[in-house]
């Protein structure tokens, strides 16, 4: 699986980036959630904002439609579409709404990461990896 060969005689750092960066922020936030889970939302935005940091514009567009076509996203969305309803007779609406919003989000981001992880060559996905 490995050679004894330094990885940098065969791909620059800057191919490499888009496995080390969320991977060092992985790696990072599994420390921090270990210190405080409380801090959980920050580390889930904070992993998004790095996958999105290093991904191409047209990974992004093709991601995007395959992450509607997991098989896990319309059931969760009739589910949050299902809570949302229940604001009209929730005795405060508002914070029905709020984490109605909050599990969307939720949602979207952890689609967004599985798609973008997927759509990683194996070397990256090895580099992303090492940050568990």
Known sequence: MFNAEPES?????????????????LMLSAIGLAIASRAAPFYLGALLL???VVSPRATWR??????????LVAPLALLI?????????AHDPAGTLEKSG??????AATSILAV?????????RLHIAEGL
């Open 9 to 25: 005689l065969h791909r620059p750092l800057a191919t490499r980036v888009g496995g080390i960066l969320p991977g060092t922020v």
């Open 62 to 71: 093709r991601g995007l439609q395959h992450a509607v076509a997991q098989p």
């Open 102 to 107: 909050i599990a969307l989000a939720v949602v």
């Open 81 to 89: 579409g299902y809570a949302s309803l229940s604001a009209f007779w």
């Open 50 to 52: 790095s996958v999105l």
């Open 116 to 124: 973008a992880f997927a759509s990683r060559d194996r070397i990256e």
